[in-house]
């Protein structure tokens, strides 16, 4: 079994399905203005699945890696799968976003419209001098960070409601984003490995983890949450990078080049969310 086959039967056995939760008995008195701001924000970012794939389909040479092609849209229906449940959390309480981190303080479709009209893809492949985010190896880096901060910060989440509901719902994310980010993370080795230009494969990774972006600060609209609320811990933000370092031990001098890099050290304040 292939790397994609193995994944796909594990996401078979552990995975869910929007209608596992009881949509019938959410706990809206546990659910505090705080959390909703929450819900309605991550809602908000994983609504951009389509822009997501679309940074894949820019990746050079992703339709001769039949195995990670197949992982991609895999990925795309699990991300699409959190999409649809916190908005339909977020439509079914009726959050407004709070104008402190929004242009205007309105319903969740107006920034859904946001998103879905915004450039996201040549946005996220501009976001990187070196173009690094159209290599595979940069790719697979953005993706293991993102999928890792959007983990944690799920989990930060889960540990500042009270709502047996919520809990339930984003435990089922944050378990998702964990399972994607190993599966990206041990692929850059993978294709590391496979490279025929492994010093150029090495250049995208170093270039992918120093111009790292979270997907909220790329979009062209601003969407504030993240940077005005800090879920995260400087715990947390160690952990991150202990995490990266490990997965990118494969080689020690990217590593050594990564932890001198002042850029890459103030990782940890770009790191606040999402998808
Ligand atoms: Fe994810
Ligand atoms: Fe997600």
């Not at 031990?249 to 590593?255: D, E, G, R």
């Amino acid at each position: 079994m292939n790397e994609f086959e193995k994944y796909y039967e594990m996401s078979e056995k552990t995975g869910w399905r929007v209608n596992d939760l009881n949509w019938d008995k959410i706990d809206k008195q546990n659910i505090s203005d705080f959390d909703k701001q929450i819900i309605l924000a991550t809602s908000v970012i994983e609504h951009g699945v389509p822009h997501y794939t679309e940074t894949w389909t820019k990746v050079r040479g992703i339709e001769k890696e039949w195995e990670l092609w197949q992982f991609v849209t895999l990925w795309a229906g699990e991300e699409h799968r959190h999409s649809f449940a916190l908005k339909k959390l977020a439509d079914i309480l009726d959050i407004q976003g709070n104008e402190k981190y929004y242009d205007k303080a309105e319903k969740g479709e107006y920034y859904y419209d946001q998103i879905s009209k915004s450039h996201f893809s040549d946005l996220q492949k501009e976001s990187c001098v070196s173009d690094c985010y159209s290599s595979i190896g940069g790719m697979l880096t953005y993706t293991a960070i993102q999928e890792l901060v959007t983990a944690k910060f799920y989990q930060t989440a889960i540990k500042k409601t009270k709502s047996k509901f919520v809990t339930e719902l984003l435990s089922y994310i944050s378990k998702d984003e964990f399972k994607h980010h190993a599966f990206y993370a041990q692929a850059i080795k993978r294709y590391y490995e496979k490279s025929d230009n492994k010093e150029q494969y090495l250049e995208d990774v170093y270039n992918a983890s120093v111009h790292f972006n979270m997907p909220h600060m790329i979009y062209d609209k601003k969407f504030d949450f993240f940077e005005e609320e800090v879920i995260l811990t400087k715990m947390d933000q160690l952990e991150i990078k202990l995490r990266m370092g490990k997965v990118l031990a494969f080689n020690k001098s990217i590593v050594k080049k990564l932890l001198t890099n002042k850029s890459y050290s103030d990782v940890s304040d770009k790191v606040a969310l999402a998808s």
